[in-house]
C-alpha cells in the first residue's frame, strides 16, 4: 500500500511537471510570436511615438548604449561626451557599455529580442542587415531634420540603405598611409613618392635593402573584417569594384584581382611582415609606435597613439600621416569607408530620448570638442580654426582631401557571411594555399550563395 | 501518539482501505501533494526554463528557417538543415579540426596530469604550496588565459620570440599565430597549460585512496616504482582516468572562447573548432535554425564520444558499473 500511494504521486507529479512544462513552453511560444509582431516595420513609428509619450511623462529616463572601446572615440571621449549630455539633460541617465569591436555585432544580435540597449554603435556595413531585420528603427525623418547638406556625403552614406537611414553618422574614418620619417629619411625616400603604390614598393625595398627593418610594412590582414578594410581600400586604388551594376561581385577580376596579387607580393617579396596575417588593427598600432615597421594603413586613432610619448617609441616629428596612395599616378586613391552610426534600436522603449542623445554626441559643436581619435561628420570643422588646432593640420588637411573619396563595402543584407567568406579566400592565397584568382572566384561563389535552407 | 491502525487494511486481505478511511488519507495525501508540489514549483520553473525549454526550443529552431532574432512565423524545412551541415566541407573540416584538439589537448593533460599528481602526491615538505601553485592555471579566467597567450606568442613583441632570440635558440622572429597548423597547436598548448592542473587534482584524489600496503607488497614481491605504476597505480587510476577522460574530452569537443579570444578561428579557419563555427553561423550569419542544427549535431558527437567512453568504464573491473 505504501508503494500504491508513492505510484499514485509519481503519476501525479509526472502529469502535473508535464503540464506545467506544456504551459511554460506555449506560454514563451506566444511571446516570441508577439514579439515578432512588435518587430514588425508597419507598427515602428506608432509604437515609437507612444513609447515617447509613455517615457516623457514617467520623468526620469535611463538610457542603456552599447559602444566598442576600439578605433574611433576613445572611452574618456564618449564618457566626456555623455557628461555634457547628462548636464544639459537632466531627466536622463546615460549607462554606456563598452566591448571589443570584434563582440559588437553578435551583441547586438543577442540582446535585440530582448530590448537590453537604447542606442548602438553600428558599422557602415551593418544598416542592411540590421535594417531589414528591424533590430534598429528607420529614423529617416528624425535624420532629415538636421542640415544633411553640411554632412560629408560619404558620412551620410554609412547609414544608408535603399533610402532610409538606419542610424546617425557619428564616427567618421578612413584608413591613412603611416610612416616613420626617420625610416624614410635613413633610406633616401622622399614622401612625395608614396602617392602611388608603386612609389610604396620602391621605398619599402629601399628600407629593407638598408636593414633598416626586416619587414618594413604589417598590415592588420588576421582573419577578421580588418583584412576586408585593407583590401578594400586597395581594391578602389587598383579601380576594382565589389559589385557590378546588376549587384553581382565583380572583385574577382579587375582591380579586386591586382590588389589581392600586390598583398601577396608584398609577403612574396618579405616587404610585408608575415604576421600580418595575425594582426589586427591594434597590433599593427603597436609595431609602428615601437619602431618595428617603417608604414601601415591604420584608422585616424592611429596618429593620437603614435604621438603621445607614453605609447610610442618614435618621436612626435618621425610620425607622418599620408593620403592612402593611387594605384596608378593621377588615378583614384579611395579609402575604405570606416564610418560608423550610431543606431536606435527596435526595442527601446524611450526612442524621444535615444534620439535626443543620438542628436547631442552627433552635433558639429560636441564633435568639434573631441577630435584626437575621430573626425567631425560636418564638412565645416575641417576648417575652423579650434579643430585644426586640436587635431593638428597634418590629420586635417590628409583628412580633408581623402574624406570626400572613399570606397563603401558592399550594402548587402547577408553582408557578414560573404565577408567571412572573403577573409578565409583572402587569408587562403596569403598564406599560399590557394592562387589569388582561385581564391576570388571561391569568395564570389560566397557572396552569391543562398546558405541554409530558406 | 497516533493510532496508525486505524488506516492499515486488515491483515493478510490485502485489500484497499475502505472508502471512509481511504477518503481521509486521500485528501491528506493531495494536501501533502500539493505542498510538496509548491515547495518543488520554483526548482521545476528554473530546470525547464533554463535547461528543458531551451533545448526544447533550440530542437524546434532546428526544422524551420530563422533568419532573425526576433520570434515570428518561419518556413517550415524539416530535417533539411541538418541535411545542409552534412553536405558541408567546412562543417566536416570544423568537425576534424575539433577532433585534433579533442584529443591532443586531452592526452597531454592526462600525462602532464598524472605527472604533476604523482608529484604532488609524494611526501614533500611545504606540499600544500606546490598543489597551491598548480591550481593558479585552472583558476585563471579562460578569456585571460587565451589573451595571455596570444601576447607570449606575438610576432612583434611576443615573450616567446623574445626568449627564443635571446637564448640564441633562433635569430629572428616568428609568426607562430599565422600559420594555421602551427596556431591550432598553440591554442591545444594553451588548453594544456589551464586545464592539466584540474586533471592533476582529480588523479591525485585517485592516488589517495589506493592503500599503501599494495606498494609495500609489491615491494616485497620484487617490482620496482615502475612495475608499481603499471600495475598498481594505473589500474587502481583506472576508474578516475575514466572519468576524466569524458569530462575533458566533452570540454575539449565544445573548445569555444580560447579560441575567440585567440585566434578568432584563423589563419584561413586554420583553428575554427565546431562550437566556434556553429556561433557564427546562428549569432554572426543570425541563420538561428541552421545554428541550432549544429548545435545538436555537436550534441550527437558527443554523445558518440561519451557512450564510447562509457563503454571503457563498464568493461573496467574497478568500475562504478
New interface residues.
Given amino acids: 500500500m505504501p508503494g500504491e500511494q508513492k505510484r499514485t504521486t509519481r503519476r501525479g507529479f509526472i502529469t502535473t511537471t508535464a503540464t506545467a512544462s506544456m504551459g511554460l513552453y506555449l506560454a514563451a511560444c506566444g511571446g516570441s510570436s508577439s514579439s515578432s509582431s512588435s518587430a514588425g516595420g508597419a507598427s515602428s513609428s506608432a509604437a515609437t511615438s507612444s513609447a515617447a509619450a509613455t517615457s516623457s511623462a514617467s520623468g526620469p529616463v535611463t538610457l542603456n548604449n552599447l559602444f566598442q572601446q576600439q578605433a574611433g572615440y576613445s572611452a574618456a571621449d564618449l564618457a566626456g561626451m555623455t557628461k555634457l549630455f547628462e548636464q544639459a539633460n537632466p531627466n536622463i541617465k546615460v549607462n554606456n557599455t563598452l566591448v571589443a569591436y570584434e563582440a559588437l555585432h553578435d551583441k547586438i544580435v543577442a540582446a535585440a529580442p530582448a530590448g537590453t540597449y537604447d542606442v548602438v554603435l553600428g558599422d557602415c556595413i551593418w544598416p542592411a542587415e540590421f535594417g531589414s531585420k528591424g533590430i534598429v528603427q528607420d529614423i529617416s525623418s528624425e535624420v532629415k531634420t538636421l542640415p544633411t547638406s553640411q554632412i560629408f556625403p560619404g558620412a551620410l552614406v554609412m547609414a544608408d540603405y535603399k533610402n532610409k537611414y538606419y542610424g546617425m553618422p557619428w564616427i567618421l574614418d578612413t584608413k591613412y598611409m603611416y610612416a616613420n620619417g626617420s625610416m624614410l629619411k635613413k633610406a633616401g625616400v622622399s614622401p612625395s613618392s608614396l602617392t602611388t603604390w608603386d612609389g610604396v614598393v620602391t621605398a619599402l625595398k629601399q628600407i629593407k635593402a638598408k636593414g633598416l627593418v626586416k619587414y618594413p610594412w604589417l598590415g592588420s590582414w588576421s582573419q577578421a573584417e580588418a583584412v576586408v578594410c585593407d583590401y578594400a581600400q586597395l581594391l578602389g586604388a587598383f579601380g576594382g569594384k565589389f559589385l557590378d551594376a546588376s549587384g553581382k561581385p565583380a572583385f574577382q577580376s579587375g582591380g579586386g584581382l591586382k590588389a589581392l596579387e600586390f598583398m601577396k607580393m608584398m609577403l612574396d617579396q618579405g616587404l610585408a611582415d608575415p604576421a600580418s596575417t595575425s594582426s589586427l588593427e591594434e597590433d599593427v598600432l603597436k609595431a609602428f609606435a615601437q619602431g618595428k615597421i617603417a608604414m601601415n594603413l591604420n584608422w585616424t586613432f592611429q596618429l593620437a597613439a603614435s604621438l603621445d610619448p607614453k605609447q610610442s617609441q618614435v618621436s612626435k616629428d618621425n610620425v607622418m600621416i599620408l593620403r592612402t596612395p593611387a594605384g596608378t599616378a593621377g588615378g583614384p586613391a579611395p579609402g575604405c569607408n570606416g564610418g560608423q552610426p550610431v543606431m536606435i534600436t527596435h526595442g527601446t522603449k524611450h526612442p524621444k530620448e535615444a534620439w535626443e542623445f543620438v542628436k547631442f554626441i552627433t552635433s558639429q559643436n560636441v564633435q568639434n570638442q573631441y577630435v584626437a581619435d575621430s573626425l567631425p561628420i560636418w564638412s565645416a570643422s575641417y576648417d575652423d580654426p579650434a579643430v585644426i588646432k586640436k587635431a593638428g593640420k597634418q590629420l586635417v588637411s590628409v583628412a580633408k582631401t581623402q574624406l570626400p573619396n572613399m570606397i563603401l563595402r558592399p550594402q548587402v543584407a547577408n553582408y557578414n557571411a560573404a565577408s567571412q567568406a572573403l577573409q578565409v579566400q583572402i587569408q587562403d592565397a596569403l598564406l599560399g594555399k590557394k592562387s589569388p584568382q582561385d581564391a576570388l572566384n571561391s569568395a564570389a561563389s560566397a557572396f552569391s550563395s543562398q546558405g541554409p535552407p530558406a | 501518539m497516533t493510532d496508525t491502525t486505524a488506516q ?2 486488515p491483515a493478510g486481505t490485502g485489500r ?2 475502505t472508502p471512509r478511511a481511504g477518503g481521509t ?1 486521500w485528501r491528506a ?1 493531495t494536501r501533502e ?1 500539493r505542498f ?2 509548491a515547495l518543488l514549483a520554483p526548482s ?2 528554473v530546470v ?2 533554463i535547461v ?2 531551451p533545448i ?2 533550440t530542437l524546434y529552431t532546428s526544422l524551420f ?1 530563422v ?7 518561419f ?1 517550415w ?1 524539416g530535417l ?2 541538418y541535411k ?2 552534412l553536405q558541408q566541407s567546412d562543417f566536416w573540416s570544423a568537425i576534424l579540426r575539433t577532433a585534433y584538439f579533442t584529443f591532443l589537448s586531452t592526452g597531454f593533460e592526462l600525462v602532464f596530469g598524472m605527472g604533476i599528481a604523482l608529484l604532488l602526491y609524494a611526501p614533500l615538505r611545504g606540499r600544500w604550496l606546490f598543489r597551491t601553485i598548480v591550481v593558479l592555471p585552472w583558476a585563471l579566467p579562460t578569456i585571460v588565459n587565451g589573451a595571455m597567450w596570444r601576447y607570449f606568442f ?4 611576443g615573450v616567446v620570440n623574445a626568449a627564443l632570440t635571446q637564448l640564441g635558440i633562433s635569430s ?2 616568428h ?1 607562430f ?4 597548423f602551427a ?1 591550432l597547436n598553440i591554442v591545444v598548448w594553451a588548453d594544456v597549460w589551464k586545464n592539466t592542473s584540474l586533471v592533476a587534482f582529480f588523479l591525485l584524489a585517485g592516488l589517495t585512496t589506493i592503500p599503501r600496503d599494495l606498494y609495500e607488497a609489491a615491494r616485497v614481491d620484487g617490482y620496482g616504482r615502475w612495475g608499481s605504476f603499471v600495475h598498481i597505480t594505473l589500474p587502481l587510476l583506472r576508474p578516475v582516468i575514466v572519468v576524466v577522460l569524458v569530462l575533458r574530452t566533452i570540454e575539449a569537443f565544445k573548445v569555444f572562447d580560447i579560441i575567440y579570444v585567440m ?7 586554420g583553428t575554427q573548432s565546431i562550437a566556434f563555427y556553429t ?3 546562428a ?5 538561428f ?2 545554428g541550432s542544427a549544429l548545435a545538436y549535431l555537436i550534441v550527437v558527437f558527443i554523445m558518440v564520444l561519451a557512450i564510447i567512453y562509457i563503454r571503457l568504464l563498464r568493461s573496467d573491473n574497478y568500475g562504478m558499473a
Fill in positions: 492499515l487494511p484497499p482501505p488519507s495525501r501533494g510538496a508540489l521545476i520553473i525547464f526554463g528543458v525549454y526544447l526550443k528557417a533568419d532573425t532574432p526576433f520570434g515570428g512565423h518556413p524545412v533539411d538543415n545542409f551541415a606575438n610576432a612583434q613583441y629572428s622572429y609568426a599565430l599565422s600559420s594555421p596556431a585566434t578568432g578561428g584563423g589563419p584561413a579557419n556561433y557564427q553561423r549569432f554572426s550569419d543570425e541563420y535554425g541552421y
